[in-house]
Structures are given as C-alpha cells and as structure tokens.
C-alpha cells in the first residue's frame, strides 16, 4: 500500500459512493444522508430574533417524562447561514462565486447556490434547497442556562466615569449548552457531501454578536444513510431528555452536562428509532465514523487529494448545469 | 372510484411558516395546510430542484394524480398557536453598509404556527396507500410527523360535509359555506352545503368510544 491519498481511491468516496448518487438528479430521488451534530457551546452566545430575550419555546420536556419546559432555541436559519458564510468564504477563496451576492444578485452556479438553494432577485430561476434543517432544541430548560449580561460603555476621556450613554442587559446561554441537530443533505453527490460536511466541520460562531462570542464546537455523532428522515430535532431533544433524566435524577439539569452522556443518550435514542423505521437506515457510528472522519481529515490535508475533491465537486455541478440547459 | 379512506394527523415538530397574508412588515401564516402543498410533501407530486421560471406548475404536475385515483383534502386546525418573530438579514461584506434600498424586504416579522400545532384531514386513494412517518412542510421545510388510520368507507351522497375543502376540486360549486380561507393558488371553504344532494364518500371513523359518520364530497386535483 502507498502513502499516496487520493480522493478517488479514498474510503470516504467508498463509503459515500455506497448510498448517493453519482450525478446530481434533476427530480427528487430522496436518498438523504443526515449528519447528526450534537452542538456545545463553548461561550455565552445571543441567540435572539428580539433583541433584549432568548428565543424561547415552551415544549414538552421528553416523550416519557411529558411536563412542559421552556427551551432555548437555534432557529435553523442561525444555523445553516453562518454555515453557508464559511462555504462561500472558501469559494471566493478558491475565485469562485466572486460575483455571487446575498440578497442582491445570487449567481446560481456556485457550490453554495447550487446545494444550498437559492432564488434570483434579478432575473428568473430558483433552485430548492437541498440541505434540510430543523430549529434545535436545547436539551436543558431555559432557566438552568440563562444569564442576562448588561452591557455598560463608560465614556473613555480623563472625565471618566460618565455611564448612561449605552447602557442595556441582554440574554446570554451560559457556556457548556447543547443542541442536539441533524443536518440532512438529499440527493447530492459525494463530492457535494463532503462540501456540507467541511461547512459543518469548519464554522465555529453561532449567533449574534459571532465576532466576540457564541463559539460552537459541532460535535458529528453519527451518519444516518436511508430513503427517509429518521427523526426531528424536537424527538432526539425530548429523546435525550429522558435517558438522562432517568440516569440523573429529576435535578440532572442543574449543573452542565457531560458531553460523553449526552451522546450516548443521543446514540440510544437513535439506535431505538432505526429499529422503528420502516425502511432500512444505515447508522455510521463510534470507531467506524471515528475512522470516517480521520480518513476526511486526511484528504483535506493532502494537496493533491483535496484538489481533486474539488476538482469533482466542479465537474458535478457543470454536469448538473449541463443537463438543465 | 376510491376504495380507502385515511383519516391522517399532523404534528408540526417546528415552526411552520407560508405567506397567505402580507399586512406591511408582517407576513402571516393562515391555520390550514393546503392540499396541494401535502400532495407535494408526500411526494405523490414531485417539481424539479431548479425551476427556470418562477411560475407553480400545479395542474401539470397534479392532475396525474387523478389517474392514479388518489387524493388529499386541506388539512382543518385541531390547535393550533402561533407566534410572532422577527427577521432580519445581514449581507457579507466585512464593511457593512446599507447601500441603496433593495426593493424587497431584508427585515421584518413573520407570524408562524408553533410546534406542537395539529391538523387533521383525509385521504381517499383507489388503491393502499402507504404514508411516511414525517414530512416536510412550507417555506422553511419544517418536520412534521404523521399518524395514519384508516377508516371504512363507502359511496354515499350528501348534502354538506363538515371538513374543509378545495373550491377547485369540486365538480359542482356549494351554495353556503362557513369560513373561506382566500389564499393561492386556490379558495379553501369550510362546512360547505350543497342545493341538493352531490356524489361522495361516507367514512366511519371512532370518535372515543362512539362512531361518527362523515360525509367527503368527491373530489379531484385541479377539476374546474
């Protein structure tokens, strides 16, 4: 064996190749790939639509313990937007899509418009998106994990000690919450997978204010291959709640969480659902995706192999693009 | 000629958000399911990913349902909440500046329906149908999860039926009705009667521990 990585060769394509298709379908085939991402906060983060409060949601709190609970949410535009952010940043790095504008003038030929979905301002055309995404839940109530900062800008000349002029509070989560998501990716290639799966991998700030706080560590738990979505944010939240409620006692949400428990609970949640489902679902999991990953991480590292993942993932679209002339 | 009848739930496990009414800044979104979104969402219709023109491609794309003698009725609220929430887009720039103004909106609120919110409707095919456990729905493609029964069926006429249908659908127009939901593509009117008796289903579904009969007017996609 060489040392030599190749994404052709690459156990990953392999892997991938396996469940998705080779060319983008003009017609939905659904065969979906879900990314299970358990998100954990790593700093206090805004997370609001309103300004001043938390977006808030009052839900039940498992599937088997049922009373209601306030939970803060991650809208799902908060978290495909930053994620759709470092995309596009790597392809203008890449000198693509230079001239593919948010808002103003979507260009409908990049990588991002292309997955992502995007409808023309100027112009005709629409592309649907094809990366679905459901708001997370935390897993913890709103309570046990908010804190109001205030915000004071005091005047900075030798007068000093003037306040007033900005003065506000503010609703932060505290650090160490989790999001149990699932990211799912319909009918895109391998290369194209791969794409979504660097977004995931590389975006670090979730929430307002990104540039000074709400870093996000995504951790990927589990693969899920199928015809079909195997479970909402909502359920794996509810799902998680019970296990650990069950371990920990009714007063298991007072103090952070151990990530290890969480996502075991979240792995014993999915494992009970794959047996539900009707049709069959591929789980990539522990050591295997372990390997998955480290084989992912290796190919972006290499020069050559990350190249010709690129390289795919352009021929792909062009192909794609092509075919809808 | 439809041989089965489903009587199906949905439950939306996310905020569900279509524009049926824009009052200035704030888009609404009306407490009903559109048939034809949930032929979609079950994926009975199929549309392309890209689509050329922004024009709906409904009667093409629905009609080769009839053949398959399947259909769905407009999903009725069994509770439903809403909530009010604000957008507001942000461009990518690391300078930011608002540049002139864009002619649509980049900021607003958007009045969607919770989840937990529930629905109801039927559906009548020639054939079994097999229906998924979640689908997905409007414009921010929020999961819903599905619990289906079926339900006896047999042909019937009648004079009113209680459940909400598609104005389009109907082969002969009702003369009263309760509520009308005026939105696109089509009307949806609810407790419809009819001058004198029109061609249908009766279902027999389990209400508690008492059977209730409904009456469901025969309906097809697109039928005027």
Redesign the interface.
């Known amino acids: 064996m060489s040392n030599t990585i190749s994404w052709q060769e690459s156990p990953v394509k392999k892997r991938l190749e396996a469940h998705l298709p080779g060319e983008i379908p003009i017609l939905p085939m659904r065969r979906y790939v879900s990314v299970v991402i358990l998100r954990e906060f790593d700093s206090t983060a805004v997370l609001t639509t309103e300004g001043q409060t938390l977006d808030v949601e009052m839900v039940r709190s498992g599937r088997k313990y049922s009373e209601p609970i306030s939970r803060v949410l991650l809208q799902k535009r908060k978290q495909i937007a930053p994620e759709r952010r470092a995309g596009r940043a790597f392809n203008r790095d890449r000198g693509l899509g230079k001239k593919c504008v948010f808002l103003n003038g979507m260009c409908g030929k990049c990588p991002d418009c292309l997955i992502y979905g995007f409808a023309a301002t100027s112009g005709e055309g629409a592309h649907r998106s094809r990366v679905l995404t459901d708001s997370g839940f935390a897993i913890r109530p709103y309570e046990a994990m908010q804190r109001s900062i205030t915000l004071n800008a005091i005047d900075d000349s030798t007068k000093g000690g003037v306040s007033g002029s900005a003065f506000a509070e503010r609703e932060h989560i505290r650090p160490q919450v989790f999001f149990p998501t699932i990211e799912t990716a319909v009918d895109v290639t391998p290369a194209e997978f791969l794409y979504v799966l660097r977004n995931i991998l590389t975006t670090t700030r979730y929430g307002a204010e990104s540039n000074r706080q709400g870093f996000v560590n995504n951790h990927v738990v589990a693969l899920l291959f199928g015809h079909g979505e195997l479970i909402s944010n909502l359920s794996l939240t509810q799902g998680v709640y019970d296990r650990l409620r069950e371990k920990g006692g009714e007063r298991f949400h007072e103090f952070p969480l151990e990530r290890s428990e969480v996502e075991k609970a979240v792995m014993d949640v999915l494992e009970e659902e794959a047996k539900r489902s009707y049709l069959p679902v591929d789980v990539c999991a522990g050591e295997e995706l372990a390997a998955f990953l480290a084989g992912v991480r290796d190919l972006w590292r290499n020069e050559e192999a990350n190249a010709e993942w690129l390289q795919e993932l352009e021929s792909d679209q062009q192909a794609y693009l092509a075919k809808l002339k | 000629m439809k041989r089965f009848a489903y009587r199906i739930r949905i439950e939306l496990?996310?905020?569900l958000f279509f524009a049926s009414m824009e009052k200035g800044k704030v888009a609404e979104t009306a407490p009903l399911i559109h048939n034809y979104a949930l032929a979609y969402a079950l994926?009975w219709a199929?549309?392309?990913?890209?689509?050329?023109?922004?024009a709906p491609g409904y009667e093409k794309q629905l009609k080769p349902l009839n053949e398959e003698g399947v259909y769905i009725f407009p999903a009725s609220p069994l509770e439903v909440t809403h909530?009010l929430?604000?957008?507001n887009?942000t461009?990518?720039p690391l300078w930011m500046m608002r540049p002139q103004s864009?002619g649509?909106p980049?900021w607003g609120f958007i009045k969607c329906l919770?989840?937990?919110s529930r629905f109801e409707t039927y559906a009548l095919s020639h054939n079994p149908l097999s229906f998924?456990?979640?689908i997905?729905l409007g414009k921010?493609?929020?999961?819903a999860?599905l619990e289906v029964e079926e339900v006896a069926l047999e042909r019937g006429t009648g004079k009113s039926s209680p459940i909400m249908v598609n104005v389009q659908d109907l082969p002969r127009l009702p003369a009263t009705f309760t509520s009308m939901y005026n939105l696109l593509p089509t009307r949806l009117v609810k407790e419809a009667e009819w001058g004198e008796a029109v061609e249908g289903y009766r279902i027999k579904k389990m209400e508690g521990q008492q059977v209730e009969e409904e009456f469901l007017p025969e309906s097809a996609f697109w039928w005027r």
């Open positions: 496990e996310d905020y994926s199929i549309s392309p990913y890209y689509q050329e023109k922004q909530r929430m604000q957008y887009t461009s990518e864009l649509y980049n919770r989840p937990g998924p456990p979640r997905r921010w493609m929020s999961q999860r």
